[in-house]
């Protein structure tokens, strides 16, 4: 059963610091992994898409690594602002499901 | 920006009653799905629909759970006699395919439902 860890489960970091957000997965069977952004009862948005074959992917400010075969993905957020300040939320996709962590939730202090 | 979009944002229902959540997914895509979010865990994978059919669905999803395309668009799910561990928030999500050429799932804002 594929279990996903993310690690810290908090994070608080003055504006303008980057962020590094850190996810692990325990079987490397995967097809990709998904990041995801959620803003306090609100929905899922995503932010980044890596599939298997890749190592990494960028979106603006956003960068997502992806080691496969060691079962890590790391999130970073460059210059971050407290417009960032939200769970973030990674999910490996399997055969047939998303398998989610269980999300890291950013503070940015102006 | 396609979205998938969800009806109602809020239910509240009493144990024991019937709800049906809505869902209209992104118009091209083939694949949908359930997940649900207890308050403070972890989202969870509910069911997966293809062709008008279930193709997937998780232990949770027994007997009380069903799953619907009534029509072209809209994607529904049924939770009879609930109860109060019902209550989280239901997500529902669309993608173009499965497999391994896979495009990413895209989730609509959510249902939260509360049982009392």
């Known amino acids: 059963k594929q279990e996903v860890t993310q690690i810290p489960a908090a994070l608080s970091v003055p504006e303008g610091e980057n962020l590094v957000l850190n996810c692990s997965f325990t079987?490397?069977?995967?097809?990709?992994l998904q990041w995801f952004r959620q803003d306090p009862g609100k929905g899922l948005t995503s932010l980044l898409l890596?599939?298997?074959?890749?190592r990494e992917q960028t979106s603006g400010r956003l960068n997502a690594s992806l080691d496969k075969s060691s079962g890590r993905s790391t999130l970073y957020i460059a210059a971050s602002q407290p417009g960032d300040s939200a769970t973030y939320l990674c999910?490996?996709?399997?055969?047939?499901?998303?398998?989610f962590g269980a999300g890291t939730t950013v503070t940015v202090r102006a | 920006e396609p979205e998938v979009t969800q009806t109602p944002s809020h239910q509240v229902t009493q144990m024991g009653q019937e709800v049906i959540l809505r869902c209209v997914p992104i118009?091209?895509?083939?694949?949908f799905y359930w997940y649900r979010q207890i308050l403070g865990q972890k989202v969870e994978f509910l069911v997966s629909?293809?062709?008008?059919?279930?193709?997937?669905k998780s232990e949770i999803f027994d007997d009380q759970f069903s799953v619907e395309r009534p029509d072209g668009s809209n994607f529904t799910l049924k939770i009879r006699s609930t109860k109060l561990e019902d209550s989280a928030m239901y997500f529902c999500?669309?993608?173009?395919?499965?497999?391994?050429?896979?495009?990413?799932?895209?989730f609509g804002s959510g249902t939260r439902l509360t049982v009392v």
């Open positions: 999500a669309s993608s173009e395919r499965s497999g391994v050429s896979y495009y990413g799932y895209t």
């Open positions: 118009s091209n895509h083939l694949y």
């Open positions: 079987d490397s069977a995967i097809y990709n």
């Open positions: 999910a490996v996709k399997d055969d047939y499901k998303l398998s």
């Open positions: 890596i599939q298997s074959s890749q």
């Open positions: 629909f293809y062709n008008n059919e279930i193709s997937e």
